[in-house]
T-cell receptor, first 117, second 115 residues
Framework: EPEVTQTPSHQVTQMGQEVILRCVPI?????FYWYRQILGQKVEFLVS????????KSEIFDDQFSVERPDGSNFTLKIRSTKLEDSAMYFC???????????????FGPGTRLLVL | AQTVTQSQPEMSVQEAETVTLSCTYD???????LFWYKQPPSRQMILVIR????KQQNATENRFSVNFQKAAKSFSLKISDSQLGDTAMYFC????????????WGAGTKLIIKP
């Protein structure tokens, strides 16, 4: 069964450094998402992406964040200058887009645990 | 703003018992979608069951069923004949119709099935 994959599984970085989190969505899916979960807190939506552009972003997704689909398979989240509060588990998800994405099941990757020191 | 509340941080039951996980939500929307996701230890979240708010019939998937009470804004998950493999974090999530498909999450319930 197709799965969403994410690399790396863990990343440790110094404050102020740039990080790129990588995701390979399910191959025929059209909608892509990033969520994060700070330890002990709820999962939070960051951004949704369709047709090579951002569909929606949350207040968390400020100018330090960007997303890109550099080729036909990868979907990346970049944090330009990491802060201590960016430490979290970052989840990528994708959905088919057959119904325009509405109400569709989102399929999640295993997450990347980011630790900013 | 929409919120999702799971009032049970942790539950444990014996194998083969039935367990119900609670979820309430707050919204002024009439059309929306509700989901239960399961996250086993060290594994990714997978969908357990979904419900469309305009459908009165409660969704069922094998041993998993929901009790959807729209007026009460309640969406509980019932697991029948619980199995050891049901041990996981369970998250309730809400998607409103015009949200560009973002999921709004509850805090999760850690369910432990004891042998």
């Amino acid at each position: 069964e197709p799965e969403v994959t994410q690399t790396p599984s863990h990343q440790v970085t110094q404050m102020g450094q740039e990080v790129i989190l990588r995701c390979v969505p399910i191959s025929n899916h059209l909608y892509f998402y990033w969520y994060r979960q700070i330890l002990g807190q709820k999962v939070e939506f960051l951004v949704s992406f369709y047709n090579n552009e951002i569909s929606e972003k949350s207040e968390i997704f400020d100018d330090q964040f960007s997303v890109e689909r550099p080729d036909g398979s990868n979907f990346t989240l970049k944090i330009r200058s990491t802060k201590l509060e960016d430490s979290a588990m970052y989840f990528c998800a994708s959905s088919e887009g057959l119904a325009g994405g509405l109400g569709e099941t989102q399929y999640f990757g295993p997450g990347t645990r980011l630790l900013v020191l | 703003a929409q919120t999702v509340t799971q009032s049970q941080p942790e539950m444990s039951v014996q194998e083969a018992e039935t367990v119900t996980l609670s979820c309430t939500y707050d919204t002024s929307e009439n059309n929306y979608y509700l989901f239960w996701y399961k996250q086993p230890p060290s594994r990714q979240m997978i969908l357990v069951i979904r419900q469309e708010a305009y459908k009165q019939q409660n969704a069922t998937e094998n041993r998993f069923s929901v009790n959807f009470q729209k007026a009460a804004k309640s969406f509980s998950l019932k697991i029948s004949d619980s199995q050891l493999g049901d041990t996981a974090m369970y998250f309730c999530a809400f998607m409103k119709q015009d949200s560009n498909y973002q999921l709004i999450w509850g805090a999760g319930t850690k369910l432990i099935i004891k042998p």
